[in-house]
């Protein structure tokens, strides 16, 4: 059997359509039009290429964006500075500051000093809290992104056997929580495997769906699943560089052995990718309804 291949950039082309009418219609009936901004703080080029396509994704949908890119010597209290003025801009809806940050700034910090209604990327522990909760609120993008790769796919996650590699406040926490909760693409029995897991490939073996999000390439292999099991991978890990100087993407699984045994599967680039870039757009626009009071 070789796997059905998800792919994100199919899904998300059809939801930004589905955006890019809400944007127009936003702006047509209401006169409001969905802000972004964007801060960069150095030069790491995986951070470059993320912020650089999500500016050019949120331009294609007409929403109005703003890319700041700083030194990455900036201060602390610089950044501050500027997430308090684009929490007082009425035409910024949503702020997304880039991790990781340089070492020398506090990464809570800056994520508590967003408001919490401009926090798109859900990051904020009012978001967080709202989210364990089970209440309304901004979904991180990318565990958003893969319960709309799984619902969009039809793959049962009620009663499944869910293994997710990786802990991050980014990835692993919250798609756990998510998974867990009373509603679509949720209902699943969950596991967390991490760097202390004693044997993660036998939590793996038994998995209906494995999400993995860990930044090893090619970690999870076709010894480790089972037959017909469904793959989400998250990881996008540079594992060389073409003749022409683009980088080569590998995920975190072994993707041409496992889509031997899969019934479904993510591939690297393409898969989730897209996907994170696109709830981004969604909470921008939700964002800009919010405070339009047309929510
Ligand atoms: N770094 C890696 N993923 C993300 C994300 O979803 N949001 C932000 N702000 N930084 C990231």
Not at 49 to 66: F, M, P
Not at 280 to 285: A, E, Y
């Given at each position: 059997m070789s796997a059905t291949i998800i792919s994100g950039?199919?899904?998300?082309?059809?939801?930004?359509?589905?955006?890019?009418q809400e944007v127009t219609d936003l702006l047509v009936k209401h006169q409001?039009?969905?802000?972004?901004?964007?801060?960069?703080?150095?030069e790491d080029p995986a951070s470059q290429?993320?912020?650089?396509?999500?500016?050019?994704?949120?331009?294609?949908?007409?929403?109005?964006?703003?890319q700041v890119t700083l030194a990455k010597d900036t201060s602390e209290a610089d950044l501050l500075a500027l997430v308090a003025k684009y929490n007082q801009d009425p035409k910024i809806h949503g702020i997304l500051v880039q991790l990781p940050l340089?070492?020398?700034?506090?990464?809570?910090k800056v994520l508590y000093a967003i408001d919490p209604l401009k926090d798109v990327d859900g990051f904020h522990p009012?978001?967080?809290?709202?989210?364990?909760?089970?209440?309304?609120?901004?979904?991180?993008c990318t565990p958003h992104g893969i319960l709309e790769l799984l619902l969009r796919s039809g793959v049962q996650t009620s009663g499944a056997e869910v293994v997710i590699l990786g802990r991050s406040n980014i990835v692993g926490k919250p798609m756990a929580n998510l998974m867990l909760q009373k509603r679509p693409a949720g209902n699943a029995t969950i596991t967390l495997?991490?760097?202390?897991?004693?044997?993660?490939?036998?939590?793996?073996?038994?998995?209906?769906?494995?999400?993995?999000?860990?930044g090893v390439p090619k970690l999870v292999t076709a010894d480790m699943v089972k037959e017909g099991v469904v793959i989400i991978d998250v990881g996008v890990?540079?594992?060389?560089?073409?003749?022409?100087g683009k980088a080569i993407l590998a995920g975190d699984v072994d993707f041409d052995s496992v889509k031997e045994k899969a019934s479904f599967i993510t591939p690297v680039p393409g898969g989730v990718g897209p996907m994170t870039i696109t709830m981004?757009?969604?909470?921008?626009?939700q964002a800009a309804r919010q405070a339009a009071g047309l929510l």
């Open positions: 950039t199919e899904t998300a082309k059809a939801i930004r359509e589905e955006l890019k409001v039009v969905p802000g972004l901004v964007t801060i960069l703080v150095g290429s993320y912020v650089a396509a999500k500016n050019k994704t949120a331009h294609a949908l007409g929403i109005h964006s703003e340089p070492k020398h700034i506090n990464e809570t009012v978001n967080v809290g709202k989210m364990v909760l089970g209440e309304q609120c901004y979904l991180p495997c991490h760097t202390r897991t004693k044997d993660m490939a036998e939590h793996c073996r038994r998995a209906d769906i494995i999400i993995a999000a860990v890990n540079r594992i060389g560089m073409s003749e022409s981004l757009m969604k909470n921008t626009v």
